[in-house]
């Protein structure tokens, strides 16, 4: 089997339209050992996913290292892998109940930072090249009043090595990873950037990349990858009590939104996460749709959301009831 998938031209590269998100190989339990892991990423290639994301950041480490070991033996040319740059892990941190390795996690996006962050990864995934570098969470949530800092950082400093590791072939491309659809217009008219991972900012009920970003990406043929379609869980579990919307509390015009477009799916047959997972791929400037799975049950379950035919009166219908975009 295989996913359908699509061809980025100005990189060459071409992109599963499922992508495996692999932010939960950092989250799986240490004492389980790799086994779970590669279980997982086992069942990404029977499901015919080709396009495999993680970042140091997940686990302090651990989710690379875990990413590595399950890739093993497998030719490199089967798929592509995408990590990010902008922290540097540095031994020691207290043992607490979460998964990770024992290192904190320091931003650095300078030129040396952005090297050393390469050169560690590659080290912790045991390969010798990385298809995409994704500069991470330099964003208004992460950042905060340091911003602008960290923005000047990757621009003068951070971008020179990314343009020299891609002339030099140890990466394919690279591009930005953030959850704020503004700041990737900004890093857009900065520099020359092949891709944007874009997390929870164009989806089923945050549209708030269609008027700028998307079409900006367009012109320049800047392809597009949306992370977190779920936006935490809200489009996942539906308006239930509890649901979140990005890691919070979902607000009660979110709940009532989601009701809505709920009743839409009831009416037309369509899970609610399956419309979640195709919503974004209608837009042409999207690639593919990258989320993370906790079990190969739950794996299983995602492709068969993104795969599952949905008519277009659906779609037509949520775009009528001022749903989504209308174009």
């Keep these: 089997m295989r996913l359908a998938a699509r061809h980025h031209s100005r990189t060459g590269l071409t992109l599963s339209t499922f992508g495996f998100g692999g932010t939960p190989l950092g989250t799986l339990d240490r004492t389980a050992g790799a086994g779970e892991a590669v279980a997982l990423v086992d069942a990404a290639f029977a499901a015919g996913i080709e396009y495999f994301d993680v970042a140091p950041f997940y686990g302090f480490g651990l989710a690379e290292h875990r990413m590595g070991t399950a890739m093993i033996g497998r030719p490199r040319e089967n798929y592509l892998l995408s990590t990010k740059v902008g922290r540097l892990l540095r031994p020691g941190r207290a043992e607490g109940d979460k998964p990770s390795l024992p290192f904190t996690p320091e931003f650095d996006y300078s030129y040396d930072g952005i090297m050393r962050s390469v050169e560690d990864s590659r080290a912790r995934l045991g390969m010798d090249r990385i298809d995409i570098l994704y500069v991470h969470d330099v964003s208004p949530r992460w950042a905060g009043d340091a911003i602008e800092a960290r ?45 944007f991972m874009l997390a929870g900012r164009y989806t089923l009920l945050d549209h708030s990349a269609h008027d700028e970003m998307l079409p900006l990406c367009l012109k320049r043929g800047i392809g597009v990858v949306l992370a977190a379609p779920f936006n935490s869980g809200i489009l996942a579990t539906g308006a239930r009590p509890g649901a979140t919307f990005f890691y919070s509390e979902a607000p009660a015009d979110l709940m009532a939104r989601t009701a809505r477009i709920e009743a839409a799916c009831a009416a037309h047959g369509v899970p609610l996460p399956a419309a979640a997972l195709q919503f974004p791929l209608r837009h042409q400037a999207v690639l593919s749709v990258v989320a993370g799975s906790r079990t190969p049950a739950e794996l299983a379950s995602n492709v068969d959301h993104v795969t599952r035919p949905i008519g277009d009166d659906f779609w037509a219908e949520l775009a009528h009831e001022g749903l989504i975009p209308s174009a």
């Design 151 to 195: 923005f000047r950082e990757v621009m003068d400093g951070g971008y020179r090595a990314l343009v020299e590791l891609r002339e030099a072939g140890v990466i394919k491309a690279f591009g930005v990873g953030i959850n704020d659809a503004a700041w990737c217009v900004r890093f857009a008219e900065a520099g020359d950037f092949d891709l």
